[in-house]
Structure formats: C-alpha cells, structure tokens
C-alpha cells in the first residue's frame, strides 16, 4: 500500500524544529525521475521537481481519499470527520490531508485509530514542525506506516503562499477529495477547485457556508459517511442530505418562483427582520439566491420536493 523509501534513498537523520519542539526523525528525498515519485503528481501543469518525505509516499493503486477543511472547525465537524476517516480507513483506503488544525487534524487521527496510513502534505520543509502541537501526531503518521511530504526544502519556514501551493499537492494524490467543514473563500475551497481541474471526484458535508455552496451549484457531491462516499465513487446514487428544518421551511415558503422578503416574512409568520436574517444565512448556505428588486428564489428543493421527485 505504501512507497516506502528503501535503504538506498538518500536518507539523513535530522530534527524537526517547530517552537521548541524537538522530534528527531529520518528523512529522504524522491526525485521527479525516481519510480517511487507518485505518479499522480504528474497530471499536475507544474509538478514538484522532487518531494521530501518522512516514512512513505501514498501508492498509485487508486485507494487514496483526501480530507480537507477550516482550521477552525466546530467540534461537530471534527467529530464527523474523525468518523469517516477511521470508516474509510477501515475500508482499505489511505487518507491524505494538510497536517493543519482542525479539519485535518481530525482526518489523520481518525485514519490512525484504524491503524489506517495518513499523509501530511505539509506546507514548510519537512523538518518543520507547524503546527509546533502536532510533533506528536506527525510522529505518530510516520511510524503507523504513513508519511510527511514537502515539496519545500528541509529548514523551509511556513509562509503564507506555499499553503496554497500544497493545496494543489493535497488534491492531486487522491483520487476523490471530501470538503469537511469550510467557510466561503477558505483554502479548502482553494483545494476543491484544483481537485475539479484534476478531473478528480469532489465530495462534500453539507452544514457549512462553503460546503453548500459547492453544493448548490452542483460542484460536489453531499457525503455524510463512509457508505456515502463509497457509493458515490461507485458511481452509485447517494441520498440527499437533510436540509435543516429553518431553511426547509424557507424553501417550501419560496416555491417556484421569486418571492420579495416581505411576502416570505407573512408566508413563514416570522418578523421581517427574522426572514431577512434567515434568507442572509441561507444565501451564504447556498439555499437561496437574490434577484433584482430585493426578490429572492430557491436553489435547492425542499425535502418535501425532492422526496415528490424520486
């Protein structure tokens, strides 16, 4: 499952430098030309030269599923990740994510709870540990038989434009990339648009502004676990999420057509401040869209239309 570096690799023993942590650990490097280099790489318009890695490099069998999302993931969030990644894992897929906080954080430690491998695509040099409290789970990735990967040079301090520059990394060695839990404009969003350049299969959990926009514009497919991720690169059909009731009754009040704030506030028997607040969330969800003359329309079903469409 793995591309483990052989003990011909050009393999030196360093430490990982991160705010005082110290985490001595081997690393090596994988050139381009090197048949170890995942080849998935290649499909991108401008690969790494060659990666640094600690431990292994994810195989091209086809059984790699990335986990992206917000830093600052609610703990729901993480919660449901942490799930689908020990499920996933479970199931004989590596997972693949960024070594951030939050949402990826939660992916690696669900995968390793499965004694699955995980991969950190980090955004410094190898030996660097960001963040300084993740030498413990970074170590951990290595010896369950995972890897760190870097395109950075060892010594490489984190900057705020390799981010995006791994992003591409991230969606390039999976086969299908899950947006867990995202804001509008965050850098998991950043993957998902690579990962559809990629060609590769976009999946999403619904519950978040960025998730449901990806969503509501028929970006990604709506996942809440394993089977469903399952089923839908099976290329099989996956129920529809549920809607939270607020914004179902929002949908179901909108209909078929434009529908001005005020006329929804009397349909819903709600304040018009409370409508104008509810269609606000909903248009960052996605749900809902505005129209010229303070007029608003649906962009998904309700649950009651959907469920007349099957």
Same mark, same amino acid.
């Given at each position: ?65 990335? /986990? ?5 993931? =609610? ?38 709870? =499965?004694?699955?491998? =995980? ?6 040099? /190898? ?21 760190? %990967? ?39 969003? @950043? ?13 999403? @959990?619904?519950?978040?502004?960025? =998730? ?11 996942? *809440? ?44 028997? %709600?304040?018009?401040? *409370? ?36």
């Amino acid at each position: 499952m793995l591309g483990n570096l052989g003990h011909n690799s050009s393999v030196r023993t360093s430490t990982m430098l991160g705010m005082g942590v110290d985490l001595p650990t081997r690393f090596g490097v994988v050139q381009h030309s090197d048949a170890r280099f995942p080849a998935r790489l290649s499909d991108l318009a401008v690969p790494p030269r060659a990666l640094w890695v600690a431990g292994g490099v994810p195989g091209d069998h086809g059984r790699s599923i990335a /986990i992206v999302g917000s830093r600052a993931a =609610t703990t729901a969030a993480t919660s449901r990740v942490f799930q689908l990644a020990a499920d996933l894992a479970a199931a004989g897929w590596a997972v693949i994510s960024g070594g951030a906080l939050g949402i990826d954080a939660a992916a690696h430690r669900g995968t390793l709870a =499965t004694k699955g491998p =995980t991969y950190a695509v980090l955004g410094c040099g /190898i030996d660097v540990v960001y963040p300084d409290r993740h030498a413990r789970l970074f170590d951990e990735i290595v010896a369950a038989g995972g890897g760190l %990967l870097s395109e950075y040079a060892p010594g490489t301090p984190p900057r705020p434009g390799q981010f995006p520059a791994r992003n591409r990394l991230v969606a390039a060695l999976a086969s299908a990339i899950v947006v867990g839990e995202s804001r509008t404009g965050s850098g998991a969003l @950043i993957t998902a648009r690579l990962a559809i350049g990629l060609g590769r299969t976009l999946l999403a @959990i619904p519950g978040s502004a960025g =998730t449901d926009a990806l969503l509501s514009r028929g970006a990604a497919v709506a996942v *809440e676990s394993a089977d469903d991720v399952l089923e839908a690169l099976a290329g099989r059909p996956v129920r529809a999420p549920a809607v939270p009731a607020p914004f179902d009754n929002l949908l179901r009040a909108l209909g078929d057509g434009p529908v001005a704030a005020d006329a929804l506030a009397g349909r819903l028997g %709600l304040s018009l401040a *409370e409508t104008l607040g509810l269609l606000c969330e909903a248009e960052l969800r996605g749900f809902v869209g505005r129209l010229a003359g303070a007029k608003f329309e649906a962009r998904i079903k309700s649950r009651f239309e959907a469920s007349r469409g099957h």
